[in-house]
């Protein structure tokens, strides 16, 4: 049987069929009118034949015709990633950048090749792994200097190719899916336990490119932690960085590669880091009466070197949304788990932090489990800890249907030094408030959860829900993400904990990077791409040639 590609959804999160439940629809329904006013029912996405596509400008050689396409299901399901505007453009039946081909290469060779023509014919590549870039990172806005543009698609480089149980690695291919990962790993008995929320539809090639944040709160908390070493096809050539624990042998090249996002060359490879699977749990919740108190008190536990895998704070507002409270209190979700030793006196101490600053820890305590998408466990969780880590999941599927009643469904993440979070926070409300109110985006709620923790500083992550106007709600978007972007700059905050740069951070990053850096950055893309082909636009480099 002829092989068939994996597609994303056009207008909506993850695969064809993957949707919400009658349940979930329901109570969606329900916030939908109570507490936003929609008074219709929701307006269904476009299916693909409601997508017109101008036909494709570039025709590929025959010796690469078996690995690439210009099939109008491929083009479409390639023409962005899975930002709140590219969702809602596509509500309206707007591809604004479908690439001229797609490409779905079999073997480093076959990359190798496509990059050779690409490069001959001013081609633009954009690196394509899950395709759930939430700030324009594998959209083909690539300007008006090439000829066309091909989405080089990484799925069919999806196998654990070698595991090394006595130094606990694994080498596997840039392609594979985070599940795909996990099954693949699961009889060495070990893990590489990194959980973005895009886990299902996200690749361990974009976590590096992207440096991802995963789930633990403390300790390591993005990519960058678990990568050993990696393996690249660039246009001026093929390298691979050596194995080793640590070195002090000049600058990482390791890190050049992350955060890169695909304008350096194609990462096909990574050896990484991996874990034994938890067998000791323990969690709670603990609620507290305002959000100075329990910002102190994770303060504390964070700076008290406990390193809990799980450190959650949520304001009110965001613990009546996830369903987790009844909004009433901040929420604070503490985890901790170990291969090795027992964590219960390790989650006493937190307690005791938390009591310290009038937290209540709720009633039940019980072992916490693995995360919900890796779970191999029938332990039992805490409640609310379990209603905000499903409802967290399912996130992206509640804004797909959200959306469909005109709601804006949107978040912004930073990290900021503790000393200027309790400024942070309150510029980033007025500032996305007022702006909401410009534009008479009403009802409306902003609220705050912290994702990561550092001794030295948090993660802030802000979620805007408001009523918005079909048709109209990208350029709404765009009008609260400029806002909630200056404050975070002026603020003292990074444009992006994890979510990457892309497209959409560009110029705020501009302003957060050193000019010489920046130059740095641009010689290093000369050297590796000298014709400009690699995903250009995103982090502001070989932006319309």
Known sequence: MEWQPRLNKVSGWGSQGDAVSA????????????QFGATD??????????????PSKVVPPESLSAITTDRRADRLAHASGKSFPDLARARTGRVDHAPDLVAYPRTEADISELLDWAAAELIAVIPYGGGSSVVGGVTPDVGPGYRGSLSLDLQRLDRVLEV?????????????????????????????????????????????????????????????????????????????????????AGPDPNRLMLGSEGTLGILTEAWIRLQPRPGFRAAATVRFDSLPTAVAAVREIAQAGLNPANLRLLDRVEARNALVADGTA????????????????????????????GGVTAPSRAPAD?????????????????????????????????????????????????DRFEALHAAVTTAVTSALAAER?????????????????????????????????????????????????????????????????????????????????????????????????????????
């Not at 249907?401 to 900021?416: H, M």
């Open 330 to 357: 901040e929420v604070l979700v503490i985890g901790f788990e170990s291969a090795d030793h027992d964590v219960a006196g390790l989650l006493d101490r937190a307690l005791e932090c938390t009591g310290d600053h």
């Open 370 to 418: 693995r995360d919900s998408v890796a779970a191999d466990s029938d332990t039992p969780r805490p409640r609310s800890a379990q209603a905000w880590r499903d409802a967290f999941l399912r996130m992206p599927y509640y804004r797909d249907e959200l959306l469909g009643y005109g709601i804006i469904s949107e978040t912004f993440e930073t990290a900021v030094t503790w």
């Open 164 to 248: 090394d149980p006595v130094s606990r690695a694994a080498r596997a291919q840039a392609g594979v899916l985070g599940p795909d990962l996990a099954r693949q790993l699961k009889s060495s008995g070990l893990a590489l336990r990194h959980y973005p929320q895009s886990y299902q539809y996200s690749t361990l090639g974009g976590w590096i490119a992207t440096r991802a944040g995963g789930h633990y709160a403390t300790g390591p908390t993005h990519i960058d932690d678990f990568v050993e070493a990696v393996r690249v096809i660039s246009p001026a050539g093929t390298w691979q960085t050596r194995r080793l624990p640590a070195a002090g």
């Open 41 to 54: 029912s929701a307006v269904a996405p476009l299916t693909a034949a409601d997508f017109s596509l101008p």
């Open 441 to 545: 985006l009403a009802p409306a709620t902003v609220s705050c959860r912290f994702t990561h923790v550092y001794p030295d500083g948090v993660a802030p992550y802000f979620t805007v829900l408001a009523r918005g106007t079909h048709g109209d709600l990208d350029r709404q978007w765009w009008t609260v993400k400029q806002a909630a972007s200056e404050a975070i700059m002026a603020a003292g905050g990074t444009i992006t904990h994890h979510h990457g740069v892309g497209r959409d951070h560009v110029p705020w990053y501009r302003q957060e990077r050193p000019d010489l850096f920046a130059a740095a950055l641009a010689g290093a893309g000369r050297e590796l791409d000298p014709a400009g082909i690699m995903n250009p636009g995103v982090l502001g480099l070989r932006v319309g040639r």
């Open 23 to 34: 349940d979930e629809a329901a109570v969606l329904a329900l916030l939908a009118r109570e």
